[in-house]
């Protein structure tokens, strides 16, 4: 079984009758000549991996772990995050330091940043969260 290696660059996708088009940009140095020869309809298994900007595999768990952090950074400036928080039974003083605190011993963790690669701390992160977001809705109703 041949392989064919190439970077590409997705530029389109669209949906169609079959599924799913999706165009990529391939540099004219990078195209393997059988992909060329091959007539249009051939059968291809495909594997691809995004690539970071280091030019390394994206690591989506690293990915997720990112935007878990920002979280936890918005809901502890967030006042209303204070009093669910407060009505928990977990924060005593409505303020961002303490709120800081709270998370942070609530995830087991010692800075906000752990989160990024502690599996544990985001997982009860997104509980708390689901949870919050429970209780805002109820709030408003």
């Known amino acids: 079984m041949e392989t064919s290696q190439f970077e590409g660059k ?3 996708l669209k949906q169609t009758k079959d599924g799913y088009a999706m165009t990529l940009a391939i540099h004219p140095d990078d195209i393997p000549d059988e992909l060329m020869r091959d007539f249009v309809g051939a059968r291809y298994m495909v594997v691809m991996v995004r690539l970071a900007d280091n030019e390394e595999p994206l690591n989506r768990e690293e990915f997720a772990g990112g935007q878990m952090v920002k979280l936890a950074g918005m809901l502890c400036r967030d006042k209303d995050f204070w009093e669910y928080l407060h ?8 303020e961002e330091s303490e ?10 963790i010692n800075s906000r940043s752990e989160i990024k690669t502690n599996i544990d701390a985001q997982n009860a992160l997104k509980s708390l969260y689901t949870r919050y977001k429970e209780w805002k809705t109820t709030k408003s109703t």
């Not at 009505?87 to 409505?94: R, V």
């Not at 605190?101 to 609530?106: C, R």
């Open 10 to 12: 997705k530029i389109a």
């Open 87 to 94: 009505e928990e039974g977990l924060l005593f003083n409505k």
């Open 99 to 108: 709120c800081i605190f709270t998370l942070q011993n609530y995830l087991n």
